[in-house]
């Protein structure tokens, strides 16, 4: 751990980029620089084009606060009370923020990339703050790249996966950049929850991006990539209700919030388990994601470190509403999501006290990241170290939900965003032990358990913590 003086008054910090000078905070030790531009803005004749690196500035810029967020809908419904939507206005979305000791030399760096089911999120979110590891003696990075339609539609004209492009920019500013704040460009890690760890695992896919990396951190995240017809569902539907066609230039001259608003009127009324929601993902492209990360990461040659919680599924959906899900109904969900009479036996036989609601809720997140995590850690040779989080939030009975594990990798129980998913009085024994996880694996490459390997060994997260073999391996070998 780098040490510090333990003094807490906040002080001007100066830092110099290749774009030119920067003006952050130093307290306790920690140096800070916020919204740093890695490219430019993507509006106006930017927009559904690829990223281009920024402009270089005169004079000292201002790294004191956040910078704007991309456009995108809020939650709504009961998801807001758990998740929260920042919203800066202004057009520098494509920004980076720096949190590093104040004494770094050579220090290992990780870059974070938040999650939102590639539609929401930002860095600025109070539950991402990069302190705790600065703390200990890493330069942590976090990005904003765009989002929804702007990030992720199917249009003729434009470029696929444009998101993804903007995360890879950001890798190429960290691996540019880091030595201005003591990092090691050597000794960079990708980290990212839930859509933040499918670009991870993504970019840790694309021959260029894994160049430039030294680990991959995968929390919650699909390994998925589509064939751009499938891909480009969301965006033909918007086309479809507006009138116009699925080009650059015809998105183009639609505002903005135009497009959000046209998405939520189609949303209306659908959900997960009707199957009747399209969803943004990526596209398989040669140019820009040749292969799947499922299959891709078979062969990254550096160290994983992948998991997932054991009730994924309780953040989308209230208790009541799966306690409604019955007979015909749950089989009818079963066979949307097109899954397996045989894994919903294996389902129901790993949570025998679970409700057909609960069930079939167990079913899709394992379906979306268990099982595919499983697939992967299975046929790497390179170490792969697989987690399970199974800590009971007792907020509107989450449970082991999505998300609620980011507090206790932050180390930052304390967060609005923290307190949302966990409550008040979640263990900050537990907090503090993954933490270290997290940090020893950004060092190292090693967390510190067992690898998966042929034995199947998982780190579980709990009040009493434990490595293991893996839990119900019957339900995701029935996955497939």
Request: proline share 7%.
């Amino acid at each position: 751990m780098t040490s510090h003086t333990g003094d807490d008054t906040d002080r001007a910090a100066e830092a110099r980029v290749t774009t030119g000078a920067l003006a952050g905070r130093e307290r306790d030790g920690i140096r800070r620089f916020l919204g740093i531009p890695y490219a430019k803005p993507p509006f106006d004749e930017r927009r559904f084009a690829a990223p281009e690196p920024a402009d270089a500035w005169e004079g000292v810029r201002d790294a004191t606060r956040f910078g704007a967020t991309a456009p995108q809908p809020p939650y709504g419904g009961d998801i807001a009370e758990l998740l929260n939507s920042v919203v800066i206005e202004g057009d520098d979305i494509l920004t980076v923020n720096v949190w590093a000791p104040a004494d770094a030399a050579n220090a290992p760096v990780v870059l974070w990339l938040h999650g939102g089911a590639l539609e929401r999120g930002s860095s600025a979110q109070s539950g991402y703050d990069g302190s705790t590891f600065a703390r200990e003696g890493i330069v942590f990075v976090s990005a904003n790249y765009r989002l929804g339609i702007e990030g992720f539609s199917v249009l003729e004209g434009s470029p696929l996966n444009l998101g993804l492009l903007d995360a890879a920019l950001a890798l190429e500013w960290v691996h540019r950049e880091v030595a201005a704040f003591g990092g090691d460009r050597s000794h960079i890690t990708l980290m990212g929850e839930s859509a933040g760890g499918l670009l991870v695992a993504a970019l840790a896919s694309r021959p260029d991006s894994r160049e430039l990396i030294v680990g991959a951190i995968i929390e919650s995240g699909p390994l998925d990539a589509d064939p751009p017809k499938r891909a480009g569902r969301a965006s033909a539907a918007i086309a479809q209700h507006l009138g116009i066609r699925p080009t650059r230039e015809a998105f183009s001259a639609v505002p903005p919030q135009d497009l959000i608003r046209a998405r939520a009127e189609l949303n209306r009324g659908g959900s997960l388990l009707s199957g009747s929601t399209a969803s943004f993902s990526l596209a398989l492209d040669p140019a820009t994601l040749p292969q799947a990360p499922r299959d891709a990461l078979v062969d990254f040659p550096h160290p994983i470190l992948i998991g997932t919680n054991t009730d994924e599924y309780r953040i989308w959906f209230r208790p009541e509403s799966l306690e409604k899900i019955r007979g015909l109904t749950a089989v009818a969900g079963r066979l949307a999501l097109r899954i397996s009479a045989r894994a919903a036996r294996e389902a129901r036989a790993a949570f025998p006290d679970a409700n057909p609601g609960e069930v079939l809720g167990q079913l899709l997140g394992e379906k979306l990241v268990r099982a595919p995590a499983t697939r992967l850690a299975r046929t790497r040779r390179t170490p792969t170290y697989v987690y399970e989080f199974a800590w009971q939030s007792p907020v509107r009975d989450l449970r082991a939900a999505h998300a609620v594990e980011l507090g206790f990798v932050f180390d930052a129980l304390d967060t609005d965003d923290a307190v949302a998913l966990g409550g008040t009085d979640a263990p900050a024994d537990l907090a503090r032990e993954m933490h270290a996880a997290w940090v020893r694996f950004i060092r190292t490459g090693d967390p510190g358990w067992p690898r998966f390997d042929t034995d199947r060994i998982t780190q579980v997260w709990d009040t009493t913590s434990r490595a293991m073999p893996q839990r119900r391996q019957g339900l995701v070998d029935a996955l497939g």
